[in-house]
């Protein structure tokens, strides 16, 4: 059925929950940080306990762009074919990598730092005018849109001196993370068994090497995402492009949901339940993920019509080192 965004035309956010729980028993390993190890922190309400990050906001952001790429044939899954996109080749013409799952997508040094500078002469060229005085964030989007509409959600920052001596960045219109309250340590270890040399220099890898290990269990694992929809508006880009964006997000947040909850070997959830919207707070409602893959291609080519993704839409240029 055809989507209907009416009910989001004048909210800045569209906020939505989604309960998680471990796909098998009752623990799940939450995402750990150098020299910290898992993000663990009180509630606001001292009688909720503990709260652990279960997934941050940059890794959450990763995986809602994997899960729009069909790695096999170097492509966009179906539903999402017509987008622009850079892709990276190797000397030998080889797929190396794209701006789609690239950390810093454009700014990727693949696309900016080798000795192809295709992408980052276009970008000179159309962002001269941005060199001296305030950046120009309707001009920046609309270019960004010509090379990559998946920078628009997830934001960018050309870091380069060349490119406006590296003011330009668009902050994420799309965000997400999940949490897990009332978390409790599920304490655990083992032993890597050398089974030759039971007493050999563990340094070299050889020996048996006993190892702690901390799991955690909650009665409470929410996936919580953040749809700017004002930031969207403010780009001036047009209905066709806004829709185009929202259904984009929200593709991404189902694919998600359905196929890309196995975050690590020991965190492998699945919803409990529909996506709640939390804002607004009536009158909208997730459209199933069919709905969504049915109208993508028409809305990609609507925005395509109208020449707004430019004349190529795959760039494609080599990496070498200089």
């Not at 999940?178 to 304490?187: L, R, S, T």
């Not at 955690?216 to 996936?223: D, G, R």
Request: net charge negative.
């Amino acid at each position: 059925m055809p989507l209907d965004f009416s009910a989001l035309a004048t909210e800045s956010r569209l906020l939505i929950e989604v309960p998680l729980r471990p796909v098998q028993g009752t623990r799940f390993q939450p995402t750990g940080f150098p020299n910290l190890g898992a993000a663990v922190y009180s509630h606001p309400d001292a009688d909720k306990g503990q709260v652990v990050l279960v997934e941050s906001a940059q890794s959450m952001a990763n995986r809602l762009e994997t899960v729009c790429w069909d790695e096999p044939n170097d492509d966009w899954v179906a539903p999402l074919k017509g987008l622009p996109v850079v892709k990276v080749v190797d000397k030998d013409g080889k797929p190396l990598t794209n701006s789609l799952l690239e950390a810093h997508r454009l700014n990727s040094p693949y696309i900016l730092e080798g000795k192809d500078k295709t992408v980052l002469d276009m970008l000179k060229a159309r962002l001269a005018s941005m060199e001296e005085g305030r950046v120009d964030l309707r001009e920046l989007a609309r270019v960004l849109l010509e090379f990559d509409a998946n920078a628009l959600l997830h934001g960018v920052f050309l870091a380069k001196k060349e490119l406006a001596g590296g003011r330009l960045r668009l902050p994420r219109a799309l965000s997400a993370f999940i949490e897990a309250g009332d978390a409790k340590v599920a304490a655990s270890g083992g032993v890597k068994n050398d089974s030759v040399n039971p007493s050999g220099d563990a340094a070299k890898g050889f020996g048996n090497v006993p190892f702690a290990r901390d799991e955690y269990t909650s009665p409470a694992i929410t996936a919580f995402f953040n749809l700017d929809l004002r930031q969207i508006r403010a780009f001036g880009l047009g209905t066709d492009v806004g829709d185009l964006l929202i259904a984009l997000a929200l593709f991404k947040i189902r694919r998600l949901l359905t196929d890309g909850l196995r975050l690590r070997t020991a965190c492998d959830l699945e919803p409990m339940g529909e996506p709640r919207v939390t804002r607004p707070e009536s009158g909208f409602t997730v459209p199933p993920l069919k709905d969504l893959e049915a109208a993508l291609p028409g809305l990609i080519e609507a925005v395509g019509a109208k020449g707004l993704f430019g004349d190529d839409r795959v760039l494609t240029v080599s990496y070498e080192k200089k």
